[in-house]
């Protein structure tokens, strides 16, 4: 796969968002932009990364102690949009130790209690981790915009508030990998058919899914919104066409893949001497 | 693998240690109990279970609103044991998103400043999840013991305490599987040698483990006291040979296994009506 050969990075010049105004109509659900494999070459190429994935990212682990900096992704789409899956079949690639995982429910009371981004912190990844947040602080500005959960100037002050928020993140070693995945609405009630025709996947299944279903067009502008006025240089954002899940497996792997690339993490010189430790174990007296 | 087969629970039965004085040195670092191939097939037989692994774990995770239980690994050794290689392929089997994974370093001033189970707290796993410990509570009756880092007395009285946190873990809905990694001082010798030849490995080594190291008889005996009084109906024990890693993984891995066929976690049941769900999304007005 070219995509995952030297330093090329074709993921991310295709998906990253260009600046300006959204129209998330004029961007395919269905498509496979920069790659023209099958679903099948498509499992063997992500597959095929991962030896890679995991080396960097054990690198990038190795400098925990070393102010080494940190990868946060970030997953936002409607439900159904494989914000699971891709945990499973990216994030699964690596090594555990090193990634902490964050998912975001309905706020509770005391969560509530306090600005949005409080909770949001607690999930920042330190140094050498690979983090990921399922949802996240554009929840924020989606749903609680679409159910007007907030009042309107609070809403439209979280904008700002989360660009300034992002950059603090980035100036503290974060680098975002921000990706909305993109599904149409035909594919969402495919879906969700097939959970309800499953008796193992009706625990994913919840009534609530439809009634915000019922509000596509509502998200649809919310999310445009965000992706416009929070696309920024430091932390732009990516839209991935998810209606192929394969797709969107490779693709959100292969953003990884190039991000940890472009941080380029060594592995940690010895702040020890070598040597001296070397002579002091082949030296040492009998243990038992 | 007849391990992996039925409901016979082999390693369970074989590796959870018998009530009783423990005598760390008359059991085995180098053996493979339970398992009669060599380190082609136990790796091949790790891959194999893979797939009720997690399947298994999809269940309990599935449960998580429905106050299902949660399983909490306590991995203890002394360094180079192979905490880190069990949870990169063990838990690394299953799926990120119901995995909680807290390492447990030296403690922090504010740490100290309260009971030594309060930190623990904070990493003790939810309902449906899988729940890790990389070190634990252990520590603060092993190296605290080791290296008197608390008075005598507060030590003594950890035993009961920790017996009594776990017990309210069980109640709790916390299935526990304690597992203490043993190897000998040699394979140990072996493997801080291993890291010091390879650059790529130096951030794993600390001078200070091979201070550690000087003491392990110390060690042996603060591990034994530990063994013996927390090893309880509730919350047993097991001593997992250790020198040959693929047998650690085998062996952990199917601990694992067994633990959560005994737990058998069913699919939740849905709490809506299905049929009426699958009316509304066919008989949906148009969305886009």
């Given at each position: 796969m070219?995509?995952?050969?030297g330093?090329?990075?074709?993921?991310t010049?295709l998906?990253?968002?260009?600046p300006?105004?959204?129209?998330?109509?004029?961007?395919?659900?269905?498509?496979?932009?920069?790659?023209?494999?099958?679903?099948?070459?498509?499992?063997?190429?992500?597959?095929?990364?991962?030896?890679?994935?995991?080396?960097?990212?054990?690198?990038?682990?190795?400098?925990?102690?070393?102010?080494?900096?940190?990868?946060?992704?970030?997953?936002?789409?409607?439900?159904?949009?494989?914000?699971?899956?891709?945990?499973?079949?990216?994030?699964?690639?690596?090594?555990?130790?090193g990634?902490?995982i964050?998912?975001?429910?309905?706020?509770?009371?005391?969560?509530?209690?306090?600005?949005?981004?409080?909770?949001?912190?607690?999930?920042?990844?330190?140094?050498?981790?690979?983090?990921?947040?399922?949802?996240?602080?554009?929840?924020?500005?989606?749903?609680?915009?679409?159910?007007?959960?907030?009042?309107?100037?609070?809403i439209?002050?979280?904008?700002?508030a989360?660009?300034?928020?992002?950059?603090?993140?980035?100036?503290?070693?974060?680098?975002?990998?921000?990706?909305?995945?993109?599904?149409s609405?035909?594919?969402?009630?495919?879906?969700?058919?097939?959970?309800?025709?499953?008796?193992?996947?009706?625990?994913?299944?919840?009534?609530?899914?439809?009634?915000?279903?019922?509000?596509?067009?509502?998200?649809?502008?919310?999310?445009?919104?965000?992706?416009?006025?929070?696309?920024?240089?430091?932390?732009?954002?990516?839209?991935?066409?998810?209606d192929?899940?394969?797709?969107?497996?490779l693709?959100i792997?292969?953003?990884?893949?190039?991000?940890?690339?472009?941080?380029?993490?060594?592995?940690?010189?010895?702040?020890?001497?070598?040597?001296?430790?070397k002579?002091?174990?082949?030296?040492?007296?009998?243990?038992?």
């Open positions: 070219s995509s995952a050969q330093t090329s990075q074709p993921f010049d998906l990253r968002l260009k300006g105004p959204v129209d998330l109509t004029a961007i395919e659900t269905n498509a496979a932009p920069g790659y023209d494999g099958d679903k099948k070459s498509g499992k063997a190429d992500l597959w095929a990364i991962g030896e890679e994935l995991f080396d960097l990212q054990q690198r990038l682990f190795a400098g925990k102690d070393d102010g080494q900096r940190s990868v946060l992704l970030v997953l936002q789409g409607m439900d159904t949009s494989g914000k699971g899956g891709t945990l499973k079949h990216t994030v699964g690639l690596v090594d555990p130790q990634v902490k964050t998912s975001f429910k309905a706020p509770t009371k005391e969560e509530l209690a306090h600005d949005f981004l409080w909770r949001i912190r607690k999930g920042v990844p330190g140094p050498g981790m690979l983090g990921v947040f399922d949802r996240s602080h554009y929840e924020d500005v989606l749903i609680v915009r679409v159910r007007e959960l907030a009042p309107h100037d609070e439209e002050r979280r904008y700002a989360i660009n300034d928020f992002e950059q603090e993140l980035v100036d503290s070693g974060v680098t975002l990998v921000k990706c909305m995945l993109h599904i609405p035909d594919e969402q009630k495919a879906r969700l058919l097939d959970r309800l025709a499953d008796p193992t996947k009706h625990w994913k299944y919840n009534p609530g899914d439809v009634d915000e279903r019922e509000r596509w067009g509502q998200y649809r502008a919310a999310y445009e919104i965000a992706l416009e006025r929070n696309n920024t240089e430091h932390a732009p954002w990516h839209v991935i066409p998810a192929k899940k394969w797709y969107r497996n693709a792997g292969s953003l990884l893949l190039e991000t940890l690339r472009r941080l380029d993490p060594q592995w940690p010189t010895a702040d020890f001497d070598v040597e001296a430790e002579k002091r174990l082949t030296d040492e007296a009998p243990i038992s």
